[in-house]
């Protein structure tokens, strides 16, 4: 079964500093993708970035980078320079790869909270 | 800029009233998920459409719980009779099978409140 585990409840950091996201995933499938969804306040789900199971590079969005370890299974998530705006939940999940249509749910973490202290 | 709609946006019933929500795709999306958020279970998946047809529901109570896709650009989320256990947010998201990978937009949710 496919499961995603993010063990940080809650995360500080400091304004303009970076800041990593842990998140680990189990699954026998060769063909999947990560995910990185934000969630603030407000409550809308924001995608933020991919990351393919296939993919050799590391997956850049702007601030937003995955650093993808496919031996550890994990894809964590590392906010460069981070801003006020950036305080929010963060959500790691994984989905079927798309080859033509053939698109699955998504399993989520249970999130982490991260707040940045200006 | 296409997005996912969801109505109504909020909805407080009582206990064993009928609830209906609502959900329009993104245009020419062609597979709908319906996912609950819940302090307890976090994000799960209730169900998803693709071309309209369900393909999933086991994340469903089927005794109360529907979902239906009447046409290409609505997708309804039925509860009746409701319960207390129901409250939580409801997200709908859609998907193309056009990319390379299963980026899902998500609609701005429903929050639910069973008295």
């Known amino acids: 079964a496919q499961k995603i585990t993010q063990t940080q409840p809650g995360m500080f950091v400091q304004e303009k500093e970076a800041v990593t996201l842990d998140c680990t995933y189990d699954?026998?499938?060769?063909?999947?993708?990560l995910f990185w969804y934000k969630q603030p306040s407000s409550g809308e789900m924001i995608f933020l970035i991919y990351?393919?199971?296939?993919?050799?590079q590391n997956a850049t969005e702007g601030r937003y980078s995955l650093n993808f370890q496919k031996a550890r299974k994990s894809a964590n998530l590392v906010i460069s320079a981070s801003q006020l705006g950036d305080s929010a939940m963060y959500f790691c999940?994984?989905?079927?790869?798309?080859?033509?249509?053939?698109?699955?749910?998504?399993?989520f973490g249970k999130g982490t909270k991260l707040s940045v202290k200006p | 800029d296409a997005r996912v709609t969801q109505t109504p946006r909020d909805k407080v019933t009582e206990m064993g009233q009928e609830v209906t929500m609502r959900c329009q795709p993104i245009?020419?999306?062609?597979?709908v998920f319906w996912y609950r958020q819940t302090m307890m279970q976090g994000l799960e998946l209730l169900a998803y459409?693709?071309?309209?047809?369900?393909?999933?529901d086991s994340g469903m109570p089927k005794d109360r719980f529907s979902a239906e896709m009447p046409d290409a650009t609505l997708a309804t989320l039925k509860i009746q009779p409701s319960e207390p256990r129901d409250s939580a947010v409801y997200f709908c998201?859609?998907?193309?099978?056009?990319?390379?990978?299963?980026?899902?937009?998500f609609g701005p949710g429903t929050r639910l409140t069973v008295l």
């Open positions: 998201a859609s998907g193309s099978g056009t990319i390379s990978y299963n980026e899902q937009f």
């Open positions: 699954t026998s499938d060769q063909s999947y993708g």
């Open positions: 990351q393919g199971s296939y993919d050799e």
């Open positions: 999940a994984m989905g079927q790869m798309n080859y033509g249509g053939s698109q699955g749910n998504l399993i």
């Open positions: 245009l020419g999306h062609n597979t």
């Open positions: 459409f693709r071309n309209r047809a369900p393909l999933d």
